[in-house]
């Protein structure tokens, strides 16, 4: 009977009968769960619009790899050039930007914001799923709340003001310092935390006399690592693409490495070309590194995020 | 217990001698610090586990924003000592007399309404494609989503080139196929164009994915009764999946609104980095116009008015767009 409902049956599902159900629905779910197959039409639009996504970034790996004068003319150059290593060299030191002190920034501000967010929305979003505490309602609520308000870009005059006022101008803390926390990986953590972390098992370490540090590190913190990962991976990105704020703070002498692209095409806009695109193109490459190999979990990430709200 | 609750008591009356002395025998005594130290624990944690978040969030968040408001009443520029009180002035400055601010949200709002609107209707068809039975999800997610991989900045580099006005590819074709070249940085509409373009190519497939995850949960059941009744696919579009997706559809155009209201990396990069939005201001957001009223001007006092302005709009065309999404998802 089983044989005819699947008719494909996995090699492994005469040794497990009973388990047999889960691995299927997952099957399923990776090969589109929808119920009806996709027209030609679908598919044609489908990979359409692929090709609209990639061919931006397909175009700016063609242009670093040319010379400025075949970019410019028209029909423009299609296919990448061999001059991808001669362009990078120039890029990278390039007297109008420096985009090796943007790159390390960069890194530093972005490094330590991820590490920052995702610790702390650990701490908080532990407590919020699973622990009882007086006014924790309101509480998640002002952080629902905040999660919606730009509250950067409200605070971004006297934040300014701030920095001038300590001397922070164009250090890297002033671009770090607003960032450290987000109501985004509270939420998210939270949801992560009521899914994976039994209540059971935090009342029998609360028997055996673990403290809330304790669960905290040995419970919860292990079972929210995939979790902590997509944050992660979400928040690196988000921050690396950061721009207003670090233009605000930082100048060109210590800039991002957003920055310094602008920079880079500011001062060649019309000059050099291939130039400004090889800038471009070392900017994404720490992200593209990024979605390559994690690519999944950052599509379950944002499909899970937004399923929870 | 029973040693354990005198002890407590004895706390709470004020611990007269003898009582602490008969709480000294030691084991229990122990054991009562630890139920304390427990309870504590129990009780307190809580706060220091998400202290850290609401510290940060007042001092950068909350606080900022309240001494925006005091800053915006007052007359206050950099480098000029001593500030005044003037009331709503800097508000009506920049309301009725700086042109720049209100064109600024002409341009802002026409950018968003230009953006959003086909950004999510591309994202619910191309959502719809991507709930059907098709062969490798996972290709097709990562290849809508690549865009988002590329920063605003770049985006901004790559889609001015794209759209230039000399050697830009769209001209280029335009040229090809016997129409003229357009200046699309000159006119109002043809810079909004532009930049939407850069919008809807970087978030068109966030969005779709978002989408695709609510699609996947609308149980299969209404499908199937409804393919049985013969209903159309189109059919089941409009009457199952619209009404059901219409909570993550209302999320979305909330965030696309507060993003959209913000928009400052893509028209400044549009006119090589510069704040002035064109040579008549024709794209210039209200978000630029804050920057440089800070930034050129030095202006606190101005800028800040100019931020709670720009707040009191972002929360205006949000809740239009919560009525408007309402009312269209919701009729059937």
């Given amino acids: 009977m089983t044989a005819t409902l699947n008719p494909a049956p996995a090699p ?89 002190l943007g790159l390390r920034n960069s890194i530093i501000i972005t490094g330590t914001v991820t590490i920052s967010v995702v610790l702390i929305s650990t701490l908080g979003g532990f407590a919020f799923a699973k622990l009882k505490f007086k006014g924790s309602k309101v509480l998640m609520g002002t952080v629902l709340f905040t999660m919606m308000v730009p509250l950067q870009h409200l605070g971004l005059v006297p934040l300014y003001m701030v920095m001038i ?27 992560y935390c009521i899914q994976s972390v039994p209540d059971e098992i935090i009342e029998a370490a609360r028997i055996d006399g673990a403290s809330t540090l304790g669960i905290w590190w040995r419970i919860v913190l292990p079972a929210l690592r995939p979790g902590m990962v997509v944050l992660a991976l979400l928040t690196f990105m988000l921050n690396w693409n950061e721009f207003l704020w670090p233009f605000m703070v930082l100048s060109g002498e210590n800039p991002t490495v957003q920055l310094a692209i602008r920079q880079l095409s500011t001062a060649t806009w019309s000059a050099d070309l291939s130039m400004v695109f090889t800038g471009t193109l070392i900017s994404i490459v720490p992200i593209a590194v990024l979605f390559v190999i994690f690519g999944r979990q950052i599509v379950g990430g944002i499909m899970e995020g937004s399923t929870k709200s | 217990m029973s040693t354990t609750t005198t002890t407590e008591s004895a706390k709470g009356s004020a611990a007269g001698p003898p009582q602490t002395k008969s709480g000294k025998s030691v084991p229990p005594d122990q054991r009562s610090w630890r139920l304390r130290l427990n309870r504590a624990d129990i009780k307190g944690t809580p706060y220091a586990l998400v202290a850290p978040y609401f510290l940060l969030f007042m001092v950068f968040g909350l606080f900022p924003m309240a001494y925006t408001m005091y800053a915006s009443l007052h007359t206050w520029k950099i480098g000029v000592p001593g500030r005044e009180f003037v009331g709503l002035q800097n508000y009506s400055f920049l309301l ?88 699309w940085q000159a006119g109002r509409f043809s810079s909004w164009f532009a930049i939407s373009s850069m919008v809807d190519w970087r978030w068109m497939g966030y969005n779709s994915l978002i989408f695709l995850a609510a699609m996947q949960t609308i149980p299969r059941q209404l499908y199937e009764a409804a393919t049985v009744d013969g209903a159309s696919q189109r059919q089941q579009f409009w009457s199952i999946t ?91």
């Fill in chain 1, 12 to 100: 492994a599902a005469g040794s497990k009968p009973p388990k047999r159900k889960k691995p299927k629905q997952h099957q399923e779910v990776e090969s589109g769960a929808g119920l009806f197959a996709p027209s030609m039409m679908t598919r044609v639009g489908l990979l359409a619009v692929g090709v609209l996504s990639v061919f931006p970034l397909y175009w700016m790996v063609v242009i670093a790899s040319t010379t400025t004068s075949n970019a410019s003319g028209f029909p423009p150059a299609l296919l990448p050039g061999g001059n991808l290593g001669r362009n990078l060299e120039q890029a990278l030191t390039d007297p109008n930007a420096d985009l090796l």
């Fill in chain 1, 165 to 191: 006022e300590l001397g922070w101008l164009d250090t890297l803390q002033a671009a770090i310092l607003p960032f450290l926390v987000n109501g985004f990986g509270i939420f998210m953590m939270r949801q």
């Fill in chain 2, 96 to 183: 009725f007399e700086y042109e720049r601010f209100g064109w600024s949200i002409v341009n802002t709002l026409g950018m968003f309404a230009m953006a959003t609107v086909p950004q999510l209707i591309c994202a619910l068809m191309v959502a719809n494609a991507l709930n059907k039975r098709l062969k490798r999800q996972m290709f097709w997610r990562m290849l809508v989503l690549a865009p988002i991989v590329t920063s605003v900045v770049a985006v901004g580099v790559i889609f001015a080139r794209i759209w230039g006005q000399e050697y830009g590819m769209i001209n280029g074709f335009l040229e090809l196929i016997g129409l003229d070249a357009v200046n």
């Fill in chain 2, 242 to 332: 619209i009404p059901q997706l219409k909570p993550v559809i209302i999320f979305t155009a909330f965030i696309s609104s507060v993003g959209g209201m913000m928009l400052f990396v893509e028209p400044m990069m549009f006119d090589a980095g510069r704040l002035s939005g064109g040579s008549d201001g024709q794209f210039q957001t209200t978000s630029m116009v804050l920057v440089d009223i800070l930034r050129t001007h030095g202006n606190y006092g101005v800028s800040a008015a100019a931020g709670w302005l720009l707040f009191l709009v972002i929360g205006l065309v949000a809740a239009v767009n919560f009525l408007i999404v309402n009312r269209i998802s919701g009729s059937k």
